[in-house]
């Protein structure tokens, strides 16, 4: 989001909930704001000014912006995407059958990554389909959990797992150069 896009949707707020933002208040939503796609975003703050009658956190907005961005597939219809994409590129086109799958549903694109496009190709979806199950719905509340985040929230986790993948690496191989 830009920050014109960013001062049109504060504009909103301050006109609706009658409130000023002083330029700390400004920049600390703006971080929060940034990785926000505008459309996405104006389209929260209108559900939560026709529906909110008090002054909104920030937490409200990154809420109402997750529930109209996320049009969760439910575990049927991560199945179809799957059978769909077995259906029209074969087990061969593996490349272009996880493209096909990433775009519909990322949750989706995950797990068969996971658990290998290969497995669903030979049929075995009575063994697969109640693990797949199981983590569609831990990856849809994992992304819905990190859209959450403020960009440097999610750095700072990546920085940390790094960090812990090293020191396992050294303790693993006996490496201490971490």
Not at 13 to 32: P, Q, R
Not at 33 to 49: E, H, M, R, S
Not at 133 to 155: A, F, G, P, Y
Request: aromatic residues 12%.
């Amino acid at each position: 989001m830009t920050s014109r896009e960013f001062q049109v949707l504060i504009a909103g707020i301050k006109s609706n909930w009658n409130v000023e933002f002083t330029a700390e208040k400004m920049d600390f939503w703006g971080e929060f704001f940034k990785p926000l796609d505008y459309g996405i975003a104006q389209i929260a703050l209108k559900y939560l000014i026709e529906t909110e009658k008090y002054m909104i956190t920030i937490a409200h907005i990154k809420e109402a912006y997750q529930h109209v961005q996320q049009k969760q597939a439910n575990t049927i219809d991560a199945i179809a995407i799957v059978n769909k994409a077995i259906s029209d590129f074969g087990r061969y086109r593996h490349k272009e059958a996880m493209e096909y799958i990433e775009k519909q549903d990322p949750a989706t694109y995950q797990i068969v990554k996971a658990m290998g496009f290969q497995n669903f190709c030979n049929g075995e979806t009575n063994f697969i389909r109640p693990e797949f199950e199981k983590l569609h719905k831990i990856v849809h509340q994992e992304i819905k959990n990190n859209q959450m985040l403020s960009t440097d929230t999610r750095v700072l986790i990546a920085d940390l797992r790094g960090t812990m993948d090293a020191k396992r690496y050294a303790l693993t191989t006996g490496d201490d150069c971490y």
